[in-house]
């Protein structure tokens, strides 16, 4: 079982930056994707970047340019940096692992991200 533990988010003006923490412990298994979702008050979870245990990146269009998905395995972290952020990325961001050979997901509790002057 892979424990994951949130951290960076808050309250930033529009036009500012976080960037968030994703950190993880247990068995980290390739292959595996890693991702970042969000989920604003009333609304759906949504895909909001994801990267590969081979390193390759994807993003949702609406985070398209702002926002950077990375990781440290040598710390077991992954992070999204958000930059140019709007009142629309509001949400709760939960992180997200998934082992692709035996499909077993593991979710963060989240971290709020308050975009709002």
């Known amino acids: 079982q892979v424990q994951l533990v949130e951290s960076g988010g808050g309250l930033v003006q529009p036009g500012g930056s976080l960037r968030l923490s994703c950190a993880a412990s247990g068995s980290i298994n390739s292959p595996y994707i890693m991702g970042w979702y969000r989920q604003a008050p009333g609304k759906q979870r949504d895909l909001v970047a994801i990267i590969t245990s081979g390193g390759s990146t994807n993003y949702a269009d609406s985070v398209k340019g702002r926002f950077t998905i990375s990781r440290d395995n040598d710390k077991n972290t992954m992070y999204l940096q958000m930059n140019s952020l709007k009142p629309e990325d509001t949400a709760v961001y939960y992180c997200?692992?998934?082992?692709?050979?035996?499909?077993?997901?593991?979710w963060g509790q989240g971290t709020q991200v308050t975009v709002s002057s």
């Open positions: 997200n692992y998934r082992y692709l050979v035996l499909n077993r997901v593991s």
